[in-house]
């Protein structure tokens, strides 16, 4: 992607009548903790959730099906499209792994024909609504790690095999673990750490 998504969520509910400027003010300010490393995910993900408690899943997911198509397609890159190809050329296991949501990360996955989505999952009850809790670990950092193992152990390879891209030094954990780490369009602190190891850096 060309660029985070998260603002453009609220920019899509603000012209809907769905948020406000308070709502866009907040989010800018976590998306800036998450560039620079900082952020307290779990709160910001709690306080995120109180929102959607009772809001019911599928309206999520319809929600995040409609911005995806009309802001989020666009930032799809070429380059990211031509190594998703040259992966599955290889025959690699394809896999979006994200702090997002799943319901955020479908539509990108339906796009690229990804089969597999590893993200922060949200909890719902027998009614297929959200309770405001999220299901944890959340797929972030350390978190990410272990989901990411589960997908492997899932489908008999090791993280150790893998390749993975980034733009954060929050997933620094993972990055750490595969063979092949990539920093592309990196943050300040991801592009001096992925500089100072040697990996691979990309500008898509």
Avoid at 63 to 73: A, I, P, S, T, Y
Wanted: glycine share 6%.
């Amino acid at each position: 992607m060309r660029r985070e998504t998260a603002s453009l969520y609220v920019r899509y509910q603000r012209e809907r009548g769905q948020a406000n400027w308070r709502d866009t003010l907040r989010v800018s300010f976590w998306v800036a903790q998450y560039t620079v490393g900082v952020i307290d995910i779990h709160g910001v993900v709690s306080r995120a959730m109180r929102e959607f408690a009772g809001t019911s899943e599928t309206v999520l997911s319809a929600r995040c099906d409609d911005l995806f198509l009309f802001m989020v397609e666009r930032l799809v890159t070429d380059r990211g499209r031509r190594t998703v190809e040259a992966h599955r050329e290889r025959g690699d296991i394809l896999a979006i792994v994200t702090g997002a949501s799943p319901y955020a990360a479908r539509p990108l996955a339906r796009l690229l024909r990804i089969d597999h989505v590893v993200a922060s999952e949200l909890e719902v009850d027998e009614a297929r609504c959200f309770t405001g809790n999220p299901i944890l670990p959340l797929c972030y950092g350390e978190g990410k790690v272990l989901r990411a193992s589960r997908l492997a152990d899932t489908h008999g390879f090791r993280l150790e095999e893998a390749t993975f891209y980034s733009d954060s030094v929050t997933d620094l954990p993972l990055l750490e673990r595969v063979r092949e780490p990539v920093a592309v369009n990196p943050d300040a602190r991801l592009y001096r750490v992925a500089k100072k190891r040697g990996w691979r850096t990309e500008r898509w």
